[in-house]
């Protein structure tokens, strides 16, 4: 089958989610381990993965040029969050946020249309496939609501304007209806998580033709680790969780288009949400009402089309495609679930080149099977 697509996750090099040690570990350790990210991914069957703000931009040349294994990586650099927002340290000094953003950092503050068009030009000189922006409050942000829309609808425009001169989408971080349908007004074209909506959100998503990247692995791995997570982030987990869980189905109902992501971000199998488990994302599409087929669709050959004009030719076999593979040790179709452990994930092929195989036995040649 094709190699997968996570259309919504990040190489932060985490090992939790107190985002907060974006400031106190050292920026190298955080990027070692992002290389272990990238590694999980491409042996758990996913060759490719839109990057939604962290380190992706820089790990996409390493991989690039062959020194590191991984996915093809498409990042939108660091994440654009109004001051207070949900990208936002709130419990330091918002200098602090400067200087990390001066640093190659994956968060960056901007308020006003020129701070705005200036955030997304520095993301651009990085080589940003698209741009990030939270167009609402969040889960795991201090003191900001999920509900509420952030950025204004001035500052929104002129955010989607400058990517679009420049051939790249936007996506927007939304759980409120008021922030999807600013930013939906706006021009964004793909809405991540997308919590509170509702029927006349639904609509408006159909008619712009905009994608839903709906992360439900995130909420369900929260779900089962709340006495993991601050007191406030645990409060507003437990609120947006049901609520999240009736925007998928009317979502679904109403014929939104969708795409798979996780908004994984953690190293390492046993972290609270580890990159190389993100086939998780397709048995909750299952559960939300999609066929094992439509689930597979969305994160193959709907992904690419997340990247807007960026879009490669993607997540399809056929001539033309990229030559990224994937075999497995059973059909999916009967069995959802088994996509979402990287051991049933027998063979990896990226660009046409073997990249995983089985050990090769006593007397077999160590080489992958013949016409790959």
Known sequence: MPGLWDCHAHFLGALDVDFGKEVREPQPLRVARAVRQASDALNAG??????????GVYLARAIDEGTIPGPTIYGAGAMLSQTG???????????????????????QLCDGVPACLRAVRLQLRQNARLIKVHASGGVLSDIDHPVHQQFSAEELRAIVGEATRAERIVAAHCHGKPGIMAALEAGVRTIEHGSYLDEEAAAAMVETGAILVAT????????????????????????????????MHIAREAGVAIAAGTDFVTAGPDTLAPVGRNAEELGHLVAAGYT??????????????????????SGQLATGYDADVI????????????LADPTRVTHVWKHGRIVKAPPAQPGQASRPPSGA
């Not at 927002?85 to 190659?104: C, I, K, Q, T, W």
């Not at 437990?238 to 609520?243: I, L, N, Y």
């Not at 193959?300 to 004009?309: F, K």
């Open 216 to 247: 439900r692995a995130i909420v369900e791995r929260l779900l089962v680790a709340l006495d993991r997570l601050p007191p406030a982030s645990a409060r507003k987990g437990r609120e947006v969780a049901d609520r999240h869980w009736q925007a």
């Open 292 to 313: 094992p087929l439509q689930a597979i669709e969305a994160a193959t050959a709907s992904a690419p089309a997340t990247l807007g004009p960026q879009a490669p030719r």
């Open 85 to 107: 927002g949900h990208g936002d340290l709130h419990d330091f000094p918002v200098e602090v946020m400067a200087d990390m953003a001066a640093h190659h950092g994956p968060m």
């Open 327 to 338: 075999a497995l040790d059973i059909n999916p179709l009967d069995d959802i679930a088994a």
């Open 46 to 55: 996913f060759t490719s993965v839109r990057e939604v703000g962290g380190y």
